[in-house]
């Protein structure tokens, strides 16, 4: 931040990446703060996910329906090349 204002409510930023921290690569500080259930609350409170009959789990990387299932939530998919070594491309 550049540049601070007085009458700024924020007092402290924190930067969250998406690095794995526990046992499986989806799982992240966010996942273990409980900081992405509510944004999955947020996002199943909009009027289009009201009027589709979209949950908050609706909104979740990990599950079925609530992921890409091309990818399976991971963002990228892995190209086998047979004799070449693999590649992943952007999902």
Known sequence: ISQIVADDPVDRLV???QKPIGRTPRSNLATYTGLFDAVRAAFAATPAARSRGFGAGRFS???AGGRCETCLGEGSVTVELLFLPGS???C
Do not use: K, M, P, W
């Open 88 to 90: 992943y491309a952007l």
């Open 15 to 17: 930067t969250v990446d």
């Open 61 to 63: 990387f990990n599950v």
